[in-house]
């Protein structure tokens, strides 16, 4: 089974700290994927990556950034972290083209102070 | 733009009856996925069940199973005999044959009463 690994089950950080958020997935997956959910709101897409140091931005990426390096990892950065970035984050994989949805890692909950 | 909705926040069901949980959906493409996501408290999103758009049968995945109207972009989810281990988040969710981005529903919180 394809396995996604969130680094970080709970994260606590300060406000205006740099904050990474770690995701290896072990299968060769092209696509990686950074969703943001908040009760109410669902999965939103942050930021999305097809290949190696790919990315595109989703439906609310002010705020973030994203790195990918290597095939398998895709970073998720907070520049400046804020009271309004504390929520839930989603790391996924995919492969190409083959529409079996997505594979999920467990989350992040990051609370900001 | 796609979008799927999700107009029930909360459901309950008795132990061992069924439940529908309702979903619609809009996207321009011709060729779409949709599934149901399921997220128990434990966090870890799982993959409940998959319809490819261009078959009219509808998929089942044991007491899972969906009604797939796709002239009114209808995608419903059907648990027959629930049991306690249901309880969880459920997500709809649509992804188009183009950018490989699945959309998400707001989700609907399903209780299930002993």
């Known amino acids: 089974d394809v396995k996604v690994t969130q680094s970080s089950r709970y994260l606590v950080k300060r406000t205006g700290e740099k904050v990474f958020l770690e995701c290896v997935q072990d299968?060769?997956?092209?696509?990686m994927f950074w969703y943001r959910q908040d009760p109410g709101l669902g999965l939103r897409l942050i930021y999305f990556?097809?290949?190696?140091?790919?990315?595109e931005k989703g439906d609310i990426p002010e705020g973030y950034s994203v790195s990918r390096e290597k095939k398998e990892r895709f970073s998720l950065i907070l520049e400046s972290a804020s009271t309004n970035q504390t929520s839930m984050y989603l790391c996924?994989?995919?492969?190409?083209?083959?529409?079996?949805?997505?594979?999920f890692g467990s989350g992040t909950r990051l609370t900001v102070v | 733009a796609q979008t799927v909705t999700q107009s029930q926040p909360e459901m309950s069901v008795q132990e061992a009856e069924t439940v529908t949980l309702s979903c619609t959906y809009d996207?321009?493409?011709?060729?779409?996925?949709l599934f149901w996501y399921k997220q128990p408290p434990s966090r870890q999103m799982i993959l409940v069940i998959r319809?490819?758009?261009?078959?009219?049968q509808n998929a089942t995945e044991n007491r899972f199973s969906v009604n797939f109207q796709k002239a009114a972009k209808s995608f419903s989810l059907k648990i027959s005999d629930s049991q306690l281990g249901d309880a969880a988040m459920y997500f709809c969710?649509?992804?188009?044959?183009?950018?490989?981005?699945?959309?998400f529903g707001k989700g609907t919180r399903l209780h299930i009463l002993p």
């Open positions: 299968m060769d997956h092209e696509n």
């Open positions: 969710a649509v992804l188009g044959n183009r950018d490989d981005k699945i959309i």
């Open positions: 996924a994989s995919s492969l190409w083209g083959r529409a079996r949805g997505y594979t």
């Open positions: 319809q490819e758009a261009y078959k009219q």
């Open positions: 990556s097809y290949d190696v140091k790919m990315k």
């Open positions: 996207t321009s493409e011709s060729d779409y996925y």
